[in-house]
């Protein structure tokens, strides 16, 4: 059997561009796909750090004006990968985010620098580039949906579509007057097109038109199914039920490793856990926390909005102070939150450490110092730093959401007396009931030998791409198979 062909399409790849969880599932899936016999090419923006990490690259396709200017499809390799990146410098020869202007606002041109994504996938679907032509066309987010409608507008022979929703809340809405400026056709402005409540919805003209849906854990996928969860999307989700299926995310062990992880001040492991209180140490100073053994020391890792939670933790900061704990948090986003921690930080130094920002090395030392990481959302699709956790020993304090939900076992009494806790998951979303998982993982720390097999636990967990590697080739040949059949 010869090797499934798969053109993987995101805005953001690890570690060339990341600003979240998807970049991480871009860079890491196509080496885990490699072992299911699936070549995996990956589209993406020519920004400028992917144009400068390409090693031999070569025109796989030139454009003499795409959406407002000329570009080229480059092809070569980068960090491991096998990528096709559109080089339009009109679109993206930006630096910093690739979403947001120096202002912090979106671009004013994101519609027609995604939409050009979208485009290439399309004519690479279709006319292939280099020796490479793909059997499947598996479009990430909002930002490369469109690339099911174009195939499906352009008309003739194409291959299969999947489009994976890594945050539903990201949908990609634009004005409907723009539907000519973006290549599509007047009939293409219907309910079963591009329409979406009046204007021209990336993300729902994926959902219309891919063969099939997935989502980044199962919970999730039943989630957004309902008015709850669905973000004005859940009667066509609940239409198409049939071709939504929930994959779990994993992460790359490779590179969350604490066996082996650099930017840790000591390498550990389930055989040598003792060596972990070392980056404990090692994390407190660098945020200026008091080194002391005694305190249940709770990691931030997060995006600083209320999606993630991170106003319940704010809210119940007396609690987690009167507790004896400490917070070592790392994160940007909402200002408001970032201010409220700021001064969370100032009003007790030495008990609260904040560094507003990203930091992948600190990232990593707060996975790897931590007692305990905090991810208390109040939707979460999959969530990849509480698989991290998992794997460095940092038992998860998780709301009972999303891919959180199914990730991570409770450490209620019969988990514990089984052998499976792995971490503390509470509901409902609220600061009454994440008060009290503060209180039950402090509980947990004075608790030494429980706490060392929740630990334990979490980092024999398989957190890797394996499984859900075999789901994805799985879903990709019954795709093919039932095409072919047609």
């Avoid at 491991?80 to 041109?109: M, Q």
């Avoid at 089984?418 to 402090?442: C, E, K, M, N, W």
Wanted: proline share 7%.
């Amino acid at each position: 059997m010869s090797a499934l062909r798969v053109l993987s399409v995101a805005a953001e790849v690890y570690p060339l561009v990341k600003t979240g969880g998807l970049a991480d599932v871009a860079g890491a899936l196509p080496a885990a796909l490699a072992a299911e016999d699936v070549r995996v090419v990956t589209l993406m923006p020519g920004y400028p750090a992917t144009m400068k990490a390409l090693e031999r690259p070569t025109v796989a396709k030139r454009y003499a004006e795409l959406f407002g200017g000329p570009a080229r499809i480059v092809a070569g390799r980068a960090a491991g990968l096998e990528l096709l990146a559109l080089d339009a410098p009109h679109l993206f020869e930006r630096h910093g985010n690739p979403y947001l202007g120096p202002d912090g606002r979106d671009w004013p041109d994101n519609a027609f620098r995604f939409a050009a994504l979208s485009r290439a996938a399309a004519d690479v679907a279709r006319d292939g580039a280099g020796d490479f032509s793909p059997d499947v066309v598996h479009a990430h987010d909002w930002q490369a949906a469109l690339a099911p409608a174009y195939l499906r507008y352009d008309g003739g022979p194409r291959p299969a579509t999947v489009l994976t929703i890594h945050n539903l809340a990201f949908q990609g809405q634009f004005p409907a007057d723009w539907l000519a400026r973006l290549g599509l056709p007047p009939h293409a402005f219907a309910l079963d097109g591009v329409e979406y409540y009046g204007t021209i919805g990336f993300l729902k003209a994926g959902l219309q038109m891919a063969d099939r849906i997935t989502t980044v854990s199962p919970s999730y996928a039943a989630e957004i199914m309902t008015p709850q969860g669905g973000m004005g999307l859940d009667g066509l989700l609940a239409t198409r039920a049939a071709d939504v299926v929930g994959i779990l995310n994993g992460i790359d062990t490779a590179v969350w490793n604490p066996a082996g992880d650099p930017a840790l001040t000591q390498a550990y492991s389930a055989t040598r856990l003792a060596q972990r209180d070392k980056n404990r140490v090692a994390l407190q100073r660098r945020l200026g926390l008091a080194e002391d053994p005694q305190a249940p020391l709770f990691g931030l890792v997060s995006r600083l909005t209320t999606q993630k939670g991170v106003d319940l933790i704010v809210e119940a900061m007396p609690t987690l102070l009167s507790l004896g704990g400490q917070l070592a948090a790392l994160g940007t986003g909402d200002r408001a939150l970032e201010g409220a921690m700021e001064r969370a930080a100032l009003a007790h130094p030495g008990r609260v450490g904040v560094l507003i920002g990203y930091d992948e090395e600190l990232a990593h030392l707060v996975q790897g110092g931590a007692d305990f990481l905090l991810v208390p959302s109040r939707f979460e699709p999959c969530g990849l730093t509480q698989l991290c956790a998992l794997r460095y020993g940092a038992p998860p304090l998780v709301a009972r959401v999303g891919g959180l939900a199914d990730t991570v076992i409770d450490a209620n009494e019969a988990a514990i007396e089984a052998g499976a806790a792995t971490g503390i998951v509470f509901s409902p979303v609220d600061a009454q009931s994440y008060a009290a998982a503060l209180r039950r993982a402090a509980a947990l720390h004075r608790d030494p030998a429980t706490f060392k097999r929740l630990r334990l636990n979490g980092m024999r967990a398989d957190v890797s791409w394996r499984r859900p590697a075999g789901a994805y080739a799985r879903l990709y040949r019954d795709l093919v198979a039932t095409r072919t059949a047609r």
